[in-house]
T-cell receptor, first 115, second 116 residues
Framework: EPEVTQTPSHQVTQMGQEVILRCVPI?????FYWYRQILGQKVEFLVS????????KSEIFDDQFSVERPDGSNFTLKIRSTKLEDSAMYFC?????????????FGPGTRLTVT | AQTVTQSQPEMSVQEAETVTLSCTYD???????LFWYKQPPSRQMILVIR??????QNATENRFSVNFQKAAKSFSLKISDSQLGDTAMYFC?????????????FGEGTQLTVNP
């Protein structure tokens, strides 16, 4: 069964450093998403991406964040200058969004620790 | 803006028993989807069940079923014959149907523990 994959599973970085989180969505899906979950809290939407551009972003997704689909398979989230409060689990998701199918399928997540 | 509320931070159930997790939501949309996701200790988000708002029939997936009350904006999850592997955090989520690729809005989660 096709699945969303994410790398790395755990990333440790120092405050102020740039990080890139990588995702490979399910191959026939058209919409891609990033979510964040701070430990012990609910899952929060960051951004959605369709047709090579951002379709929606939340107030969390400020200028420190950017997304890119550098090739036909990868979808990346870049945090330019990490802060301590960026420590969280980051989930990539994808959806087909054909009629009758609105499920979003999640990857296993990348745990980002900012020290 | 949509909101999703799960008022039970923690619940526990004995193995083989039935448990119901509650979820309410608020929206001005008429067409939307509701989901329950399971997050075990591995923190993977696993889709459990979905419900289309235009369908009156409650969704069922094996031991999992929902009680969808559109007028009351309520969407509870019933787990029958609970198993130890059901121990996880459960999140209720909402997405509007009218706009493709819309965000999921999640509730705060309910930590379910199945006791042997």
């Amino acid at each position: 069964e096709p699945e969303v994959t994410q790398t790395p599973s755990h990333q440790v970085t120092q405050m102020g450093q740039e990080v890139i989180l990588r995702c490979v969505p399910i191959s026939n899906h058209l919409y891609f998403y990033w979510y964040r979950q701070i430990l012990g809290q609910k899952v929060e939407f960051l951004v959605s991406f369709y047709n090579n551009e951002i379709s929606e972003k939340s107030e969390i997704f400020d200028d420190q964040f950017s997304v890119e689909r550098p090739d036909g398979s990868n979808f990346t989230l870049k945090i330019r200058s990490t802060k301590l409060e960026d420590s969280a689990m980051y989930f990539c998701a994808s959806s087909e969004v054909s009629r009758g199918s609105y499920e979003q399928y999640f990857g296993p997540g990348t745990r980002l620790t900012v020290t | 803006a949509q909101t999703v509320t799960q008022s039970q931070p923690e619940m526990s159930v004995q193995e083989a028993e039935t448990v119901t997790l509650s979820c309410t939501y608020d929206t001005s949309e008429n067409n939307y989807y509701l989901f329950w996701y399971k997050q075990p200790p591995s923190r993977q988000m696993i889709l459990v069940i979905r419900q289309e708002a235009y369908k009156q029939q409650n969704a069922t997936e094996n031991r999992f079923s929902v009680n969808f009350q559109k007028a009351a904006k309520s969407f509870s999850l019933k787990i029958s014959d609970s198993q130890l592997g059901d121990t996880a955090m459960y999140f209720c989520a909402f997405t509007p149907q009218e706009t493709s690729g819309s965000r999921l809005t999640f509730g705060e989660g309910t930590q379910l523990t199945v006791n042997p």
